[in-house]
């Protein structure tokens, strides 16, 4: 499995960004899939995730209400929309795949995309 995170960038307060996850090398369709931010000196944490169908969406509470996530099965690709964002969301953003595992704790998932730096300004 190959992740490939794009999207990221420069936006001021209250600005809006949408990632894009493109994966490849086994069926989509299958997969679980999450997006983690991390910024530096801290731990990787969870900021949504989706089940395989896509029926199943779920948020950290510090995004929840600001950010949805979604997936094009037909495009392989899994988004992340954020609204709203504020400078405390600057961070990289990774995307994560795993075929049985559904939930918030990164070290369950197996596959993992390069990271998109999302800069938020005041």
């Known amino acids: 499995v190959q992740l490939q995170a794009s999207g990221g960038g420069l936006v001021q307060a209250g600005g809006s960004l949408r990632l894009s996850c493109a994966f490849s090398?086994?069926?989509?369709?299958?997969?679980?899939m999450g997006w983690f931010r991390q910024t530096p000196g801290k731990e990787r944490e969870f900021v949504a995730g989706?089940?395989?169908?896509?029926?199943?969406?779920y948020y950290a509470d510090s995004v929840k209400g600001r950010f949805t996530i979604s997936r094009d099965n037909a495009k392989n690709t899994v988004y992340l929309q954020m609204n709203s964002l504020k400078p405390e969301d600057t961070a990289v953003y990774y995307c994560?795949?795993?075929?049985?595992?559904?939930?918030?704790?990164?070290?369950?998932?197996?596959?993992w995309g390069q990271g998109t730096l999302v800069t938020v300004s005041s």
């Open positions: 994560a795949a795993d075929l049985y595992y559904r939930g918030t704790e990164d070290h369950e998932y197996d596959y």
């Open positions: 090398g086994r069926t989509f369709s299958s997969y679980n």
């Open positions: 989706c089940s395989w169908s896509g029926s199943r969406k």
